[in-house]
């Protein structure tokens, strides 16, 4: 059995296309939710993972820089490759929150920007580790009322917040590439 490390949490897009990519090979695995693209190198180098999955490359905001960093100098194998659709949402604690705070992953606040400042046009934004991780926080009152989680629709309703906006990302064919990758 492949342990399987990948950044986000459960319900994030990593982890479904860690999933995904698992599967296409029939491979028996464990997922690991690492939070970060450090956390999944620093597991591949530690031998507590013996794969990664990785967000590389959005189709629209180019590619993820969290990635980029935590692999260069790396000697990385890309074992499998896929695009995946991203749909962002807007979540809430309550259904009538006052929105003053957006909280996402940055690739998720850029690749909404427009739509984002449309809907919400004096919302701060905030940058977190990982989208399903803002509806997380969001759930636990880790984040004020005032604040909203940009996140997949599948995280919102596991936290059971309140969808306040559905597909927000600006493209309609947003898409992110993500890579299963090994040490070598």
């Known amino acids: 059995m492949f342990r399987v490390g990948y ?12 999933k995904e990519l698992c599967a296409q090979g029939g ?3 464990e997922l690991i939710p690492l939070m ?25 905001a180019g590619p993820v820089m969290e ?8 000697d990385v194998e890309v074992l499998r490759t896929g695009w995946c659709p991203i749909r962002h949402c807007v979540f809430t604690k309550a259904p009538d929150s006052k929105v003053v705070r957006l909280v996402s992953h940055i690739q998720a606040l850029l690749q909404s920007r427009k739509h984002l400042k ?24 880790t984040l004020d009322e005032g604040c ?21 990302q600006d493209n309609p064919e947003n898409m992110t590439r993500f890579e299963l990758i090994r040490l070598v």
Request: hydrophobic share 45%; aromatic share 8%; proline share 2%.
């Open 7 to 18: 950044m986000g949490i459960p319900f994030s897009n990593t982890e479904a296309m860690a």
């Open 27 to 29: 491979m028996e695995y």
């Open 36 to 60: 970060s693209a450090a956390g999944v190198m620093d597991a591949l180098e530690k031998g507590e993972a013996d794969l990664g999955v990785l967000a590389v490359e959005n189709a629209f």
């Open 67 to 74: 990635s980029v960093r935590a692999t260069e100098g790396k």
């Open 118 to 141: 449309a809907l919400y046009p004096d919302a701060e934004w905030t940058e977190c580790e990982d989208t399903a991780y803002a509806a997380e926080m969001l759930a636990d009152g």
């Open 148 to 168: 909203a989680a940009v996140c997949r629709m599948d995280a919102g309703e596991h936290y059971g917040l309140c969808l306040r906006d559905a597909d927000v």
